[in-house]
């Protein structure tokens, strides 16, 4: 039988021919240094990481998820330099006279294929996890090998998350497009069900913070409209599975259209949007746009349904869409 591989298999087996022959080059002793070294500081900087974490959020006041990944390298590093000393002090004490050259030499190819197999396995775990686009992530894990690996590699995965998960969420930008612009962000990835799910919370909070933005401005509150709520809702999921940003659909329809197509009676309708990694960004973002913050302190408009999609790494979609 045919190996049924892809361009990333062959990059891997390259990677590991490149370790292998490092290994024959540097000897076992050299290798299995390397290798303790990686092996022990990446387990204690998963086990220890939230100590280091606490100090960076006490002391130097930085969010959580940055203190966390900051913590890991901080205990990573550490870990893997004692280590390193601690290994190269215990074989310097060996006699090379009892190893032969050719031993080492031979011998240095297992723990230089160990140490490859387990850095390709980080690494491809760790792509996994990024908000990057799904074709990318299509090819890594249609691989042979790559596929293979990830697949034993749950554990790893869920703390590599633990770690790294809000940082990479704070980092993301906030995202929105003029409120009557045709204006389309490509997202650069594409995604379905179960990869995001429908956040109550955040639409309920969303309509709270929409009518407090109105009271302080002495304007009438809206009101909760249920048969908006899913088109909100479907716009936002569309959007999500089709990788694109606009308030005008690949087909050409505008947020009159959805609320047509529902049977929702209007005269006057209005929508805003933003992608962003939590609802007080969102928020904040919506109102210091002068053309977001129109359509939610509009006496024009009397209803609001609202849609949020959590799409977990890659933020979540908000959709307010307004009504007379």
């Known amino acids: 039988m045919m190996f049924q591989g892809n361009y990333i298999d062959l990059i891997l087996i390259i ?12 000897g076992f002793f050299h290798l299995i240094t390397d ?3 990686f092996l022990g500081s990446f387990v204690f900087g998963l086990r220890y990481y939230s100590r280091a974490a606490y100090i960076f959020i006490s002391y130097f006041s930085i969010s959580r998820g940055i203190a966390n990944a900051l913590g890991f390298l901080l205990v990573y590093t550490a870990a893997h330099a004692i280590l390193a000393l601690l ?17 080492q030499k031979f011998m240095g190819i297992f723990p230089a294929f160990v140490n490859g197999v387990v850095i390709i396995a980080v690494v491809l775990t760790l792509a996994v996890s990024l908000p990057i686009r799904t074709d990318v992530k299509d090819v890594i894990t249609k691989s042979q090998i ?10 790893l995965e869920r703390g590599m998350d633990s770690v790294f998960g809000e940082a990479i969420q704070e980092s993301m930008a906030f995202l929105t497009v003029e409120p009557s612009g045709t204006e389309r962000v490509n997202l650069g990835f594409e995604l379905n069900e179960p990869d995001f799910s429908v956040d109550e919370y955040s639409e309920a909070a969303m309509f709270a913070l929409v009518n407090q933005e109105r009271a302080k401005q002495g304007i009438m509150e809206l009101s909760w409209d249920t048969a908006i709520v899913p088109v909100a809702r479907a716009h936002a999921k569309d959007m999500f599975e089709r990788g694109y940003f606009s308030h005008v659909s690949p087909e050409g329809e505008d ?18 949007l933003a992608l962003a990694p939590s609802l007080a960004m969102a928020h904040d973002g919506l109102m210091q746009s002068p053309g ?24 979540k979609m ?3 869409v307004f009504t007379d």
């Open 146 to 155: 790559g596929s293979f690996l990830i697949r034993r590699t749950g554990t």
């Open 255 to 272: 947020v009159g259209d959805r609320l047509q197509e529902a049977d929702v009676r209007f005269f006057v309708a209005g929508e805003n």
């Open 15 to 26: 990677l590991l021919i490149v370790w292998i022959a490092d290994g024959w080059e540097r």
């Open 318 to 320: 908000f959709v307010q």
């Open 292 to 315: 977001h913050r129109d359509n939610i302190l509009s006496s024009d408009f009397s209803k609001v349904g609202i849609g949020v999609i959590d799409g977990g790494r890659y933020g």
């Open 35 to 37: 290798l303790v070294s």
């Open 87 to 103: 290994l190269v002090g215990l074989l310097r004490g060996i006699p090379e006279k009892y190893f032969p050259r050719l031993w």
